[in-house]
């Protein structure tokens, strides 16, 4: 029962803070992601009662399963976290050993455990034993180039339980530049009997087969690639049904931003909906040349009803440029 949700899985979405909320969840959902994660939760946050904290955990209908992604140091309050996002309904819940983040290391969490084993397995033993749901982490190659330690933290990984690990493989020093190591996957691939969640770069249907056939994993876990292309997780069960792939026609990508922004003032209220929306439009529209100037507008818009106006406005304007439904911008 443990692993049945990771059998049969292709894709997933990334835990993105501050992205990765119930209405992007729900849009990539749609598109055939099959599970999805929150961003980072504070286990203390959690345990203290923070209300910020718990919101991370809000969802919309129709999302697909949940990870709950927790953070910290402690290994008793990583177990009370946890039981408190399975009380809140998480599917799974997901440990964060990979955050590079000044304000997260500070504390002692993310990647800075992969320098402390020890405590690793202490935050997944203790996890494990809170709640009754698969328990899975997310790692990163290592601390720097000379401590590349995920083999070994993968293996602690799965001895106490992890029912599946993603790396991230970047060490900590690289933070998100330069291109991820997809060699460290295959070698971690080779090392469990766990899934393996292979993550990092993986931008195109291209860079999915290139990934799948170089380290063998069975799921891709997809971050900054499926913002403003939701569409990317269609297109990899299309390929794996042996389906032609569908275009993204401009309709398609304007009706995305309406619903998105739909899904936003749904969960977040208007205001909120509104402002938090801003950051998805340099994505949605990264390849229309044409329109870009609208960014400008967009990310000032005050209402729900100015963005709706201004993506009419879009709308019409490629058309008058001649750009037919089916065609894609890219
Ligand atoms: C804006 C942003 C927020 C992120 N937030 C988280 C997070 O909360 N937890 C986490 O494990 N990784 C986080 N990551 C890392 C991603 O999950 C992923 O590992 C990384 O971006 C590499 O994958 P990609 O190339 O598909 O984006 C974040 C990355 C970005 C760009």
């Not at 999915?208 to 380290?215: F, P, Q």
Request: proline share 4%; with cysteine.
């Amino acid at each position: 029962m443990k692993r049945d949700l990771f059998s049969g899985s292709l894709a997933c979405l990334a835990p993105l803070a501050g992205y990765s909320d119930a209405p992007l969840r729900l849009i990539a959902a749609e598109c055939g992601a099959d599970f999805a994660f929150t961003g980072l939760v504070s286990a203390d946050g959690l345990v203290r009662g923070g209300a910020g904290s718990a919101a991370l955990m809000g969802r919309l209908a129709g999302e697909a399963p949940l990870g709950v992604q927790i953070f910290g140091a402690a290994p008793d309050h990583l177990g009370r976290a946890a039981a408190i996002a399975a009380g809140s309904g998480a599917d799974f819940i997901d440990l964060n050993f990979g955050c590079p983040v000044k304000k997260v290391i500070r504390r002692n969490g993310g990647v800075s455990i992969m320098r402390d084993l020890d405590l690793m397995e202490r935050i997944v033993r203790a996890v494990v034993a809170s709640v009754d749901l698969p328990v899975t982490a997310k790692i990163r190659s290592g601390w720097s180039d000379e401590e590349r330690n995920f083999i070994e933290a993968g293996r602690l990984l799965e001895s106490c339980g992890a029912a599946a690990v993603t790396l991230h493989p970047r060490p900590r020093s690289q933070g998100f530049s330069g291109s991820a190591h997809w060699e460290d996957i295959a070698a971690l691939r080779a090392e469990l009997a766990i899934p393996v969640i292979a993550n990092g770069d993986i931008r195109t249907l291209a860079d999915h087969a290139e990934v799948t056939r170089l380290t063998g994993c069975a799921i891709a876990m997809i971050g900054r690639g499926a913002l403003g292309n939701p569409w990317i997780f269609r297109e990899i069960k299309d390929a794996a049904r042996g389906r032609p792939p569908r275009e993204t026609g401009i309709d398609e990508r304007l009706d995305t931003i309406e619903r998105h922004l739909a899904l936003m003032v749904d969960f977040f209220g208007e205001d909120r909906g509104v402002r938090e929306m801003r950051k998805f439009y340099r994505w949605y529209l990264r390849s229309f040349d044409d329109i870009r100037k609208y960014r400008a507008a967009l990310v000032i818009a005050p209402r729900a009803r100015d963005v709706a106006a201004l993506v009419a406005a879009m709308r019409e304007e490629l058309r008058g440029n001649g750009r037919s439904e089916a065609q894609e911008a890219s």
